[in-house]
Structures are given as structure tokens and as C-alpha cells.
């Protein structure tokens, strides 16, 4: 390691003053890396970046001419409008002129305002006819411009295709990596990795079929595993119906003889409770470390960034003093429960239900809780203390809200395009937000020396796993394939997508794809209701019956062998997709491309 990483947040691999590190070092670095890495791709492709900038500054000075054009046109259609407005007025004022005419005769200004109408009239249709004709001519030379348009983008795409070719599907965890080279990032979250969270640190991988994953990217610091995660997550829980009927009734009165009749209205309403599903996005992080291998705890965010320090100390002051009372009691019981030195940590991060004081402090330093209390409050670079922080023994579970604001799936498709000054702008900006959004949902387990210092013992794979691909993996590339629309036609909401591996082999593995969902059936129920009238009224609520429907598909899932040169991608790619075309008779368009896999849909 170079004198200068030392200098600015690195020493032997662990990174201090995890704010501070982002602002002075990392997030200018990772820019530089991104900026450098792009430039790379542009002379490994070999395109001419003059050439694309002159063809894109024809087709700007084209599309600025056809929007000259259109507003030209839109006046014009303006003009013809108003027109139009004037020969209408004109026609009334002469049929009103003839109709006095001929109930009082001929008259001198009767004939002069229909001659003057007429007149206008005239003069109206002959510029008609003209802005007619000039819009024509118009519209032509803006079609033919339109079309010189598709032609340069056309021509400005080919200039970069070798460049947009060179995009890989794993460029973001790779810039991440170069950055901070002691935080690895997988191209694929296989089941090697998985097995490893479970059979060393006791993770335990829930197949549970109310979530489905859509995004994951698995790595591992200084050795330690940890995956990133966002899933669809489904909850079957209640929702209100409500409907109303208005009735009417007419009541008689006698008053000193006479009779009255009074008409009366009212509406009554009903409502009914009927299941209904609830479908969110949660993200999260799982990391494994055998540091305080029997520590548990649980911790909420505590919105610290949105208070001013005022508003913090009152707060810890408030809590602090219940928190000495609960210790109090604690220790009269045999309970283990003591108070750190440090009230404003104490009281922020809020881990009053851990069960191992020695093994809490070893973990919580005062460097770590200084560095956790500055991510907590910071309020530009970062996100504040928008996580949640669960640790059962060997195993951690962050909650990162912010991991939900970011498209973290995007392709390499997402970076191409026909301008190189916007594909480098496109690329550049969002590398800098992946690295951020990535760097503050790991950085509460970075701030906590111990686990950047404590390196795994040695654990022995098994020979033989059932598939190459985690389940979690085979459900990121699921939902990838089928998120536009419902996997199941006979559903009308989202789907959980599961997965179950059916063969594995030769960098293949063939997986079921069980998609959970609900069709729906309108439905009227009839609630009774006692009116104003003195009787009972049937009151009609409609609601929507869920009822589930399942439906499998098998997809082959190829796993593309890693290259190391890393620029390769797209021609490996293309080597697998010609592969298949060939041997398995399977269109091109009918195979999907999701990270570092190459999926088609097996037909039965």
C-alpha cells in the first residue's frame, strides 16, 4: 500500500473517520477512478471522440433547427385559428346585415358593413391559403430534417458502438473495488459464498415465500462475507370497504288542524374488513464476523440528522437518566445491563436489549462509537441515521433506507448511447451514486475497527454444491427477466418470484420459477342498517376478493466463466448467446442478459 492511501483514511487496511474519508479522499478518488476507467474504455475501443462530438453537434444544430420549425408551424396553425375566428364573425355580421335588409329595405351602411365583411372574408381566404401553403413547405423541410436526424444518430450510435460494447454488466462493484481495494465485491453471489455465511458464521438462509429478491451483490471484507440485498416483500393483511344508500321518508304532522307533510333524507353507510395483500420493497445487508461471537442486540435509527445538537442533548439528557434507573434495577436482579461513559452513543444507537456487556464493549470502542455518532448526525455526504443494526452472534443485519432510493440492477445497456459527452456524463454521475449509496450502507460496520481487523479462520468447502448460482441470485435474475410483467397472466398483482434448482452443470443450472400472486373477483356484500325511517335497509359494499394463483416456469440460467481481461465480457457473451442460438435452435431476442448470466425461458 502506497504512503499517500495511508495518509488518507487507510492504515493496514482499515479505514478511520469513515465521513471525513468519504468527503477528503474516497469520493474524489472514486471519481477520478471512474473518469480514468471510462478514458480507458474509450482508446481500448478505438473510437474517434472528435468525430462523435462533431456528428452530435450537427444533429443539435438540426434538432434546434426543427424546434425553430415547429414553433414557425405552431404560430402558423395559430394564425389560421384566428382567421377562421375572423371569417365566422364576418359571415354573422353579413347574414345579420341581409336579414335587416330585408325587413327595412336597402340601406347605405347595411351594404357597406356586408362589403366590408365580404371583403374581410376574402382577404381571410387568400392568407389561409397561404399559411397553408408556407406551413407545408414547412412541415416538409421539418420531416426531411427529422429524417437527417435518425440518420445522425444512427451514424453517431455506430461510431459508438465499440465503446458501448465494452460496458460491463459488473462495471459498478468493480470501480467500488478499485477504490477500496480491501472491500471485494462478487460478479455473481454464488452458493460457495452462501454456504459459507451459513456453515461458518450460522446465517441462516430463509426460504421464506412471502419475499422475493430483486437486487443482491455479495463480497467480502478482508475476508468477512456479507451480501447486499433489496426484496419484494409481501404481507397479506386487511383492508376497509365502505358503502353508502340514501333513503327517503315522508312523516305527517297536525298542528291546531291542519295537516303537514314533511319529506325526510339520509344516507347510511357500512363498511366491511376483507383481506387484501401489501407488497414493499426492503433492503438490507447481511455481514458475518466472528469478532463478539455471542453478542446480541437490536437497534432503530433515531432520525439523529434531523436534529439540531440542542435537540440531541435534551434528548439524551431526557433518556439517559431512565436508562441509569433501569440499570439500577437490573443490577438488583442479576442482570448484566450497565450504562456506557458515553451517554450520547448510549442513547442514540439505542442497543438496551444487548445480552453481553464485555463482548458490547469490545465491539463499541470509543473510536467506533465516536465514528458511529459522526455517521449518525452527518447530514451532506451521507445519509444520517436512517439504519437499523441487528446482530445475532456471528451474524449482522443492517437496514439501510437509503439502499431503497437508488436503482442498484441497472445494465450495461443503461450506460450506451449515441452522444459520448452524455454517455460519459451518465457514466461518471452514476458510479459516484452507486459508490455512495454502497459505501454509507456499509460504512456502520466500518466503523467498527474490530471487524475490518478480525480476518476469518479457515473453513472447509464442501465438493459438491446442487448449483452454481445462491437461490438468491436465482431470484435476482427471475425478477429481472419477468419484472414488466406478472410471470402469472392470471394475476393482477406483483408476484413473489421462488426458485428451486432442477440440474446443474457445465456452468448451467436449470431452476423452477414458482410465481405467488392473486387474481381478483369484484364482490357486493349486503350490510343491514337501521334508518331514520324505522327500518332496517340493506346497505351494498363492493370490495375485491384476492384470491392466490401460482404458476412455474423453468429457466436455464448460464453462468458466464470469469475472463481476466476484464474488457472481454461482451464477446464471451456473444460467444454464449451464438452457442445457444446454434445448438439449442433459441432466438437471440429470446435470451435475457441479467449481471453475469445469460437466461432463456425453458419451453415445454
Request: charged share 25%; with cysteine.
Amino acid at each position: 500500500m502506497n504512503d499517500s492511501a495511508k495518509g488518507a483514511g487507510l492504515e493496514n487496511e482499515v479505514i478511520f473517520d469513515l465521513v471525513d474519508s468519504y468527503k477528503n479522499k474516497y469520493r474524489g478518488l472514486h471519481e477520478k477512478n471512474t473518469a480514468g476507467y471510462f478514458d480507458h474504455l474509450v482508446r481500448k475501443s478505438g473510437i474517434s471522440v472528435r468525430q462523435n462530438q462533431k456528428t452530435n453537434k450537427k444533429i443539435k444544430e438540426t434538432e434546434s433547427h426543427i424546434r425553430e420549425l415547429a414553433d414557425r408551424i405552431n404560430k402558423g396553425n395559430t394564425r389560421k385559428k384566428l382567421l377562421v375566428g375572423i371569417i365566422i364573425v364576418s359571415a354573422i355580421l353579413i347574414l345579420v346585415q341581409v336579414m335587416a335588409m330585408a325587413e327595412v329595405g336597402m340601406g347605405l351602411v347595411p351594404l357597406l358593413i356586408i362589403g366590408l365583411g365580404a371583403a374581410s372574408i376574402a382577404m381571410c381566404v387568400y392568407l389561409m391559403v397561404k399559411f397553408s401553403q408556407r406551413t407545408r413547405k414547412l412541415k416538409t423541410v421539418k420531416y426531411d430534417l427529422e429524417s437527417v436526424v435518425r440518420g445522425l444518430k444512427a451514424e453517431a450510435r455506430e461510431q459508438l458502438r465499440p465503446l458501448n460494447e465494452l460496458f460491463t454488466p459488473k462495471v459498478c462493484p468493480l470501480l467500488f473495488s478499485k477504490t477500496l481495494p480491501n472491500i471485494n465485491l462478487d460478479k455473481i453471489f454464488d452458493t460457495k459464498r452462501l454456504d459459507y455465511l451459513v456453515g461458518k458464521f450460522g446465517f441462516e438462509a430463509s426460504r421464506d415465500n412471502n419475499r422475493s429478491t430483486i437486487y443482491v451483490q455479495s463480497g467480502d471484507i478482508n475476508g468477512n462475507p456479507f451480501f447486499i440485498c433489496c426484496d419484494r416483500t409481501h404481507e397479506l393483511g386487511t383492508k376497509t370497504y365502505t358503502g353508502s344508500r340514501t333513503i327517503h321518508w315522508i312523516t305527517t304532522h297536525s298542528t291546531g288542524g291542519k295537516t303537514s307533510v314533511r319529506h325526510h333524507s339520509q344516507t347510511l353507510t357500512a363498511s366491511v374488513e376483507k383481506p387484501c395483500p401489501y407488497y414493499k420493497k426492503q433492503a438490507y445487508l447481511v455481514y458475518g464476523n466472528e469478532a463478539a461471537p455471542d453478542l446480541v442486540f437490536s437497534r432503530q435509527d433515531s432520525d439523529a440528522e434531523h436534529m439540531a445538537q440542542k435537540e440531541i442533548d435534551k434528548q439524551v439528557s431526557k433518556k439517559i437518566k431512565k436508562l441509569n434507573k433501569r440499570a439500577e434495577r437490573n443490577t438488583a436482579r442479576g442482570d448484566s445491563f450497565t450504562v456506557l461513559g458515553n451517554s450520547e452513543f448510549e442513547v442514540l444507537f439505542g442497543a438496551v436489549d444487548r445480552n453481553n456487556e464485555v463482548q458490547f464493549r469490545l465491539l463499541f470502542t470509543p473510536l467506533a462509537q465516536k465514528q458511529l455518532l459522526e455517521l449518525m448526525k452527518e447530514k451532506e455526504a451521507g445519509f444520517g441515521d436512517d439504519f437499523g443494526f441487528v446482530k445475532r452472534k456471528m451474524i449482522n443485519y443492517l437496514y439501510p433506507k437509503h439502499l431503497e432510493d437508488i436503482k442498484l440492477s441497472v445494465t450495461s445497456e443503461y450506460f450506451q448511447g449515441y452522444d459520448i459527452d452524455a454517455v460519459k456524463s451518465k457514466f461518471i454521475s452514476y458510479n459516484n451514486e452507486y459508490f455512495r449509496h454502497v459505501y454509507f450502507a456499509l460504512a456502520p460496520i466500518l466503523a467498527i475497527p474490530l471487524y475490518q481487523q478480525q480476518k476469518p479462520r479457515e473453513y472447509i468447502y464442501r465438493d459438491l454444491y446442487d448449483s452454481y448460482a445462491s437461490f438468491y441470485e436465482d431470484e435476482y435474475i427471475a425478477n429481472s427477466i419477468f419484472h414488466r410483467a406478472p410471470l402469472n397472466p392470471r394475476s393482477t398483482t406483483p408476484s413473489i418470484l421462488k426458485t428451486t434448482v432442477l440440474a446443474s452443470g457445465d456452468n448451467c443450472d436449470t431452476i423452477r420459477v414458482t410465481a405467488y400472486g392473486y387474481c381478483t373477483e369484484q364482490r357486493i356484500d349486503y350490510v343491514q342498517k337501521f334508518g331514520g325511517d324505522g327500518r332496517f335497509h340493506r346497505i351494498p359494499v363492493e370490495w375485491t376478493e384476492y384470491i392466490p394463483v401460482t404458476q412455474d416456469t423453468d429457466l436455464v440460467v448460464n453462468i458466464i466463466s470469469d475472463e481476466s481481461d476484464r474488457t472481454t465480457y461482451y464477446s464471451k457473451f456473444k460467444e454464449v448467446v451464438e452457442r445457444l442460438r446454434t445448438q439449442q435452435q433459441i432466438d437471440e431476442k429470446d435470451i435475457f442478459r441479467v449481471g453475469m448470466s445469460l437466461a432463456y425461458i425453458l419451453k415445454k
